[in-house]
DNA sequence: ACCCTCCACGCAAGC
DNA sequence: CGTTGCTGAG
DNA sequence: GCTTGCGTGGAGCTCAGCAAC
């Protein structure tokens, strides 16, 4: 039943309101078990709404903020404003003259029309109708009394009571949508981008109770991390946050991570204001990927360099990620030095072929280096991560959309829910070593091919389609043998999300000869990447063709 | 695809 | 008056 | 002077209409 979803057709004019509907049944249906009665009641009352009504709320839903001015909320396909919100302000979804600051008031009124208004108050204060917007709130701000800055009515900044309105069903609405997308960051705006074919998602089979909570306790925590997450973006106060967070989820793996990546994000913030022992204490606390290289750097800046160097020793013995065991190898010898002052021998970096251009300005430096080396028999692709993980993602597809219980619980999926966690290799373990082995057999150039075809456009994590096309595909499985792809596909799989980043600018074919050259560009002032470097010392070790190529630009005359 | 990933830029410390 | 940036909309 | 490590910031369907300057 929940096949080949299609979103509401856009020659409906309640197109909208037809999809949030759905969303409403759907959410009712399978997590109706979960729901707390405040949101079942939500749904049944909003569902018996007039239809007008509806659609104004959706409307307003879909809008930034909570704050409306009335005159913007007039619609076609709708009733007036008047009678269309007569409905929700008798549940008191929608109010009347709302509190709100100067600031808002600012924001939410054209300078002419806060000039009307406010006529007054400006003339007492000397401010002249010249004046800018925001010259006169800067004035307003510094000389009001402090009460008098403070949210208020808005009928008490002169406004006509009619003049604002307040939704006040945003935070219910906010809950639904992040259960149904079961994250923070998508909206509504996936129906219609998705109608329009900008987006197209692979269609998966739901199993009834794949779900991402299955507790009403564990939909409670999954709630109140997102508010948090939302609270820290709009009101910026993350210590405020942080005292709302609910206690660590340990039990469930899905919301552990939600919980450790916004601690972990929030002690980044911290980090990056100065507040080093707010963000060392955070960053102890999280155990997300990353965290605990962060806790060094921050110790060091901190001075703490004993505590630093205790800990990167402990890391190194078992490093969470070769990027981990890379910064370590940069921050144990600085340490040591600080402590003992002994100076440490470096190791040599990989050894690397370089080539050396100087070429004429160009606002590219990648594609400057490609139309310089590039001919009709070979060619030279400006491909950064695209190509190989596009042949990755082409050849894994199967394996990548495998509706595991817990993978895909929504229409609106690029990639299972589980793509970037320790066990989503192991779990498909069986899939991906039967496409693995197409690589010996040779059966994987038929396959990638065949889903080129067969998914184009779909969204895939590891498939830029824009950026691949047929020639360059079937060139690359020309020229790449089947052993580097296997060599590559390996390493990919061992950290989906650090080892699909940092491959090299530009790919050149040889068809004649069967053989391909990676290339990294480096242009003035930029430096290989940490990533990059791996990548380079991976292709190096199992003689894979690569260089890097240092641009310099020649002198011009011109301009 | 959970703001990332790439790049350019800019600063400070160390040679 | 153009220009720049934001919002709403499909 | 240079190099090196490290951090920052911007761009991410596309079009029309409007507000602000
Ligand atoms: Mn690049
Ligand atoms: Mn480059």
């Not at 590559?488 to 068809?511: E, M, S």
């Amino acid at each position: 039943m929940t096949l080949n979803f299609t979103p509401a057709p856009l020659d409906d004019p309640l197109y909208y309101l037809r999809n949030f509907e759905w969303v409403l049944g759907w959410v009712r249906q399978r997590y109706g078990d979960l729901l707390p009665p405040a949101e079942l009641a939500f749904i049944d009352q909003a569902l018996a709404l007039p239809e007008a009504s509806r659609g104004l709320l959706v409307r307003m839903v879909m809008r930034k903020g909570d704050l409306f001015r009335p005159e913007t909320l007039e619609y076609p396909e709708l009733e007036p404003f008047s009678k269309a919100s007569a409905p929700l302000q008798q549940l008191g979804w929608l109010v009347e003259d709302p509190q709100i600051s100067l600031e808002t008031l600012f924001r939410l009124f054209t300078w002419s029309s806060l000039k009307t208004v406010f006529i007054n108050r400006l003339e007492a204060h000397g401010i002249p109708p010249t004046a800018r917007k925001s010259e006169a709130l800067d004035r307003l701000r510094g000389e009001l009394e402090p009460e008098d800055l403070e949210p208020r009515l808005a009928s008490s900044w002169g406004l006509a009571p009619q003049a604002l309105v307040q939704l006040t069903v945003m935070p219910q609405c906010d809950r639904l949508r992040w259960l149904f997308f079961g994250n923070g960051y998508q909206g509504w705006s996936e129906f219609v981008l998705t109608e329009l074919g900008l987006y197209q998602y692979e269609p998966v089979t739901f199993d009834e109770r794949s779900r991402p909570v299955h507790k009403r306790t564990e939909l409670e925590t999954f709630w109140q991390l997102l508010e948090c997450r939302q609270q820290w973006h709009e009101d910026e106060s993350p210590e405020a946050v942080l005292e709302q967070l609910p206690p660590e989820p340990e039990e469930q793996p899905w919301l552990a991570r939600h919980y450790h990546r916004l601690l972990f994000k929030m002690a980044r913030h911290w980090e990056r204001t100065g507040e080093l022992e707010r963000a060392r204490d955070s960053y102890q606390r999280s155990s997300y990927p990353g965290a605990r290289g962060r806790l060094l750097r921050v110790l060091e800046r901190l001075g703490y360099h004993e505590t630093a160097f205790e800990l990167a020793q402990a890391a190194q013995q078992a490093p969470e990620s070769e990027a981990e065991r890379q910064q370590l190898e940069r921050l144990l010898p600085r340490l040591k030095r600080t402590l003992t002052g002994e100076r440490q021998r470096r190791t040599a970096p990989p050894e690397v072929p370089e080539l050396h251009l100087i070429l004429p300005q160009d606002p590219s430096v990648e594609r400057a280096v490609a139309a310089y080396l590039s001919t009709p028999e070979t060619p030279v692709y400006y491909a950064e991560n695209t190509l190989l993980t596009g042949l990755f993602g082409l050849l894994m597809w199967d394996a990548i959309f495998e509706p595991l219980p817990g993978a895909f619980f929504h229409p609106f999926q690029r990639g299972p829910a589980d793509l970037y966690w320790p066990d989503f290799v192991e779990r498909r373990a069986d899939r991906f070593d039967a496409l693995m082995a197409q690589l010996t057999t040779g059966a994987y150039r038929q396959t990638i091919l065949d889903n080129f075809e067969r998914k184009a456009g779909r969204q895939s994590p590891f498939v830029a389609w824009g950026a691949l096309d047929q020639e360059q595909l079937t060139q690359a499985l020309e020229c790449i043998p089947a052993k580097h792809l296997a060599l590559c596909f390996q390493r990919f799989l061992q950290d989906l999300k650090a080892n699909c980043a940092g491959l090299p600018d530009l790919i050149q074919f040889w068809p004649d000869e069967r053989r391909y050259h990676l290339l990294e560009v480096k242009g003035p002032g930029d430096r290989l990447q940490d990533n990059q470097k791996r990548w380079l010392a991976f292709f190096r070790q199992h003689q894979m063709p690569v260089s890097v190529c240092y641009v310099r630009w020649s002198e011009s005359a011109d301009d």
